[in-house]
């Protein structure tokens, strides 16, 4: 029996506002796909092509990065005005003087919250904007891109370009709209002063390991629980993508493309959205203690001043021109230190580029929609073969009668499943015509056609959620006397009801607490309770045990009646009740007719029937 997992009640917390809706990330998701459909596919104008409609957010979170940054050009000027009043002024004008330059320091560093919080939002919003519209756009891409493309590259790749190439590509943002122009500034004016002045060496530094050490513990629980937040948000929408990618076929076999989209979009939205609280909370821990530290640098400053004007130490102009040239050269390491992270940013906008720059996608536009399908299809010397291999089908001429149940047979590498992918339209023949009711597949629309069919694979597949969710897998308001039916004719429902749970059952990943005959029958029901006129079953015992099989032949009835059907079988005595039986050999239809006709004509099909 299968096992139960058990689950636990979860408290839901109450829901947040939302800093960017799904809508305005549905917005850029075109948008990105065709910044990298451009002929310039050079990588760092790919990544300003995406940036491009956020300039105005972007000159206006480096106006506030200047603000923000003024205390630090500003404190080598103030020093030396301190300096130089206690060494060279006297009378009642030197208090004054002092408090005077103490007052603008002081209100350039508590400016330094505001400006930095605001540099910190409309960067941000601009970086996790494209962030979710970029995973958003790879997720539109994906499907729509061709099964072949989903076969050649591994989902494990897929998930790497959207979560951690993207994530890269974010630190790249930072480095050249945010440190490189914050490097620039202070070079500039460093090295203005430096040229000018002839600087001369100088050794000042200040250390506040304790005041450090309080202002993080401060803050390091708040940074913790968004990290959290974060961490968890990006594991549940990485599970989200490898479920959404495993499931291609069934989602793009039965129409539910925009159903996806719309789902991943929201959990990569609310991704994003965390990582913005994230961002917010580290904002306000880094300016703050930034303050505190300079504070207690000043502090330090006036003390060493006091002690100059008393005679104690030397006075003089050198320690503004070693600040200016301890940050030459501190923002001449920074940048040294920015190409490595440049570097690989790079590399993950070529990356992306595989997905997103991929034009082996599936056009509809334009085509015949399809309201209704009898059934009908008819292959007309048919042409097929995948890249750089051996054409597997030559000519295949082919009529299947509406509502006729038509088994395919043949040894492996015959072409078997690429006829049934010619019938779903994962891929079109390259030579001839493919007949629905009379259109040729080429010029239908196929999202439209594909509602109207069902498949039954031969390895089923079932997505972690529980057993009601994957039977009624794109359909809305299903009621439960729908379910109890489609359990019944899928020779379900003595099993369900040994389930603790019922329907209401956990599946795990796979749906690997379930034996093999009984995923096999889930996707039986999955395809019952979608009433579809067409059903196409690849391969659907193959993997069996008799007395599953049986069970699974039995719920097969059950689905076909009255329906087309194609069915594809190596295990030949599971298609006796098929109307007809076509044998494929050497890429054409050598045999057709019924079981019985077939034996009866000592054949290919008879000498295969024999063998096994």
């Known amino acids: ?55 105005r957010e972007l000159l206006i979170s480096m106006f506030f990065y200047f603000l923000k940054t003024s205390p630090v ?24 003087h002092l408090l005077m330059n103490i007052g603008v320091m002081v209100l350039l560093l508590l400016l330094n919250i505001p400006t930095h919080m605001l540099y910190v939002r409309y960067h941000s919003m601009v970086v996790r904007r494209v962030e979710a519209g970029l995973r958003g756009a790879m997720v539109r891409k994906l499907q729509q891109l061709s099964i072949t493309f989903h076969k050649e590259m591994q989902s494990g790749r897929i998930q790497s370009k959207l979560m951690r190439d993207v994530e890269t590509v974010q630190s790249l943002s930072d480095q050249i709209f945010s440190n490189i122009p914050g490097v620039l500034i202070n070079m500039i004016t460093a090295l203005t002063v430096v040229i000018t002045t002839q600087p001369t060496m100088f050794v000042f530094f200040m250390l506040c390991i304790p005041t450090a050490v309080a202002t993080v513990r401060l803050f390091r629980n708040g940074i913790s629980r968004r990290n959290s937040e974060y961490r968890q948000n990006m594991e549940t929408a990485s599970a989200g993508l490898m479920d959404m990618v495993e499931m291609t076929q069934i989602t793009r076999a039965h129409a539910l493309e925009n159903r996806e989209i719309k789902k991943m979009t929201a959990r990569l939205n609310e991704v994003a959205n965390t990582g913005f609280r994230l961002d917010m909370v580290q904002a306000l821990f880094g300016s703050c203690s930034w303050v505190v530290f300079n504070i207690f640098q000043l502090v330090c400053l006036v003390f060493s001043s006091y002690m100059a004007w008393q005679g104690a130490i030397q006075v003089g102009d ?58 009908e299809y008819e292959f007309r010397g048919v042409h097929f073969h995948y890249e750089d291999d051996q054409p597997l089908l030559r000519g295949l001429d082919l009529h299947v009668r509406e509502g006729e149940t038509i088994a395919i047979v043949g040894e492996s590498g015959s072409g078997k499943s690429t006829i049934l992918n010619l019938v779903i339209g ?14 040729d597949i080429k010029e239908i629309d196929l999202h439209s056609y594909r509602k109207h069919i069902a498949i039954v694979p031969q390895n ?12 009624t897998y794109g359909i809305k308001n299903v009621t439960d006397e729908l379910i109890a039916r489609a359990l019944e004719a899928a020779r379900l429902t003595s099993f369900i009801s040994t389930l603790p749970r019922g329907v209401d059952t956990m599946l795990e990943e796979h749906g690997a607490n379930l ?47 009255n329906r087309t059907t194609f069915i594809v079988a190596h295990r030949l005595s599971t298609i ?37």
Not at 2 to 24: G, L, S, Y
Not at 343 to 369: C, M, P, Q, Y
């Open 1 to 55: 029996m299968a096992k139960v997992i058990n689950e636990q009640k979860k408290h839901t917390p109450a829901p947040r506002a939302q800093v960017f809706t799904d809508e305005e990330v549905i917005g850029l998701e075109q948008s990105f796909i065709d910044s990298y459909l451009s002929s310039d596919t050079r990588p760092i104008h790919i990544l300003f092509r995406i940036y491009r409609r956020f300039w």
């Open 73 to 96: 050009l500003a404190l080598p000027i103030v020093t030396s005005n301190i300096i130089n009043v206690v060494a060279y002024e006297t009378g009642d004008m030197v208090v004054p």
């Open 318 to 375: 050198i320690s503004l021109y070693q600040s200016y040239f301890s940050s030459l050269t501190g923002q001449v390491s920074a940048l040294i230190g920015m190409l490595p992270i440049i570097t690989k940013g790079l590399e993950s906008v070529r990356s992306i580029g595989e997905i997103l720059g991929n034009t082996d996608i599936e056009d509809n536009t334009g085509k015949a929609k399809m309201t209704s399908l009898r059934g």
């Open 426 to 439: 994962f891929n079109l023949a390259q030579e001839g015509q493919v007949l629905i009711d009379g259109q």
């Open 460 to 471: 089923s597949v079932l997505f972690t959620g529980t057993i009601r969710e994957n039977i």
């Open 515 to 561: 034996s093999g005959g009984q995923r096999q029958r889930l996707s039986i029901a999955r395809a019952i309770i979608r009433d579809p006129d067409v059903i196409i079953l690849d391969e659907a015992t193959s993997a069996l045990d008799s007395i599953s099989e049986k069970e699974i032949q039995h719920a097969i009835n059950n689905l076909t009646k």
């Open 576 to 612: 006796r009740d098929a109307d007809r039986i076509a044998v494929i050999k050497g890429g054409v239809c050598v045999e057709i007719g019924s079981y019985e006709e077939l034996m009866a004509a000592r054949g290919e099909f008879y000498h295969m029937q024999t063998a096994q």
